[in-house]
């Protein structure tokens, strides 16, 4: 697929034509799974890390997987394990990875906008797996094709997300994904769970 990007940084600066090439390209590769091999060749001789800076086990998995059902090379890095144990900036692994001339860098990070300021130092395609409270995309982009499977349609439903839509980086995604794909999206939560911004967004809103 062909992306005005390289990078996956946040729902947020996608517009309605790239999420559903998101969507079509997931269609296109769902089948390998059921597959007695499966294995494509679509990343053959790309070098894909996985930097998760903040705990994970399905995210982590997912990606770890499906880099090598695609053929790439994998190179998982996990805060315990690494000189971030010891005080090294992400900045400084930046470097390192640059050093490596890796294709992409898979980064889960607790501070909001980390998948931005790595893409700033690094020429590695950057996929934002989580970035403290600002977004998730991907598991935006997977929500979004579930509901497309299960209803066949996103276009005029009408979907509530419900609880601490202050703190959670997939609410955001979400938010931005279901309503650029044309969703009526109302978020219910006390004041308290709400974002501060939330009236700068494009959803109804509901206080419990």
Request: aromatic share 6%.
């Given at each position: 697929m062909?992306?005005?990007?390289?990078?996956?940084?946040?729902?947020?600066y996608l517009d309605k034509e790239d999420i559903?090439?998101?969507?079509?390209?997931?269609?296109?590769?769902?089948?390998?799974?059921?597959?007695?091999?499966?294995?494509?060749?679509t990343l053959r001789g790309k070098t894909i890390v996985t930097l998760f800076l903040e705990p994970s086990t399905r995210t982590?998995?997912?990606?770890?997987?499906?880099?090598?059902?695609?053929?790439?090379?994998?190179?998982?890095?996990?805060?315990?394990?690494?000189?971030?144990?010891?005080?090294?900036?992400?900045?400084?692994?930046?470097?390192?990875?640059?050093?490596?001339?890796?294709?992409?860098?898979?980064l889960r990070h607790k501070a909001s906008g980390s998948a931005k300021f790595l893409s700033n130092h690094t020429d590695a395609s950057i996929i934002n797996a989580g970035d403290g409270c600002h977004?998730?995309?991907?598991?935006a982009l997977l929500d979004a094709y579930t509901i497309k499977k299960k209803f066949g349609r996103i276009k005029d439903l009408n979907i509530a997300i419900i609880g601490d839509i202050a703190h959670s980086?997939?609410?955001?995604?979400?938010?931005?994904?279901?309503?650029k794909l044309g969703a009526n999206v109302k978020v219910i939560a006390p004041p308290t769970l709400m974002p501060v911004d939330i009236e700068k967004l494009p959803v109804k809103v509901a206080y419990s």
């Open positions: 062909k992306n005005k990007t390289k990078h996956l940084l946040g729902i947020e559903e090439q998101y969507l079509d390209t997931a269609e296109s590769l769902e089948e390998v799974s059921a597959r007695d091999i499966k294995k494509v060749p982590k998995t997912s990606f770890e997987l499906a880099a090598k059902r695609l053929s790439a090379d994998t190179l998982a890095i996990n805060k315990e394990a690494s000189a971030f144990k010891k005080g090294e900036s992400l900045k400084d692994t930046a470097k390192t990875l640059k050093a490596y001339k890796v294709d992409a860098i898979i977004e998730h995309p991907t598991q980086r997939v609410a955001r995604s979400n938010i931005f994904c279901l309503t």
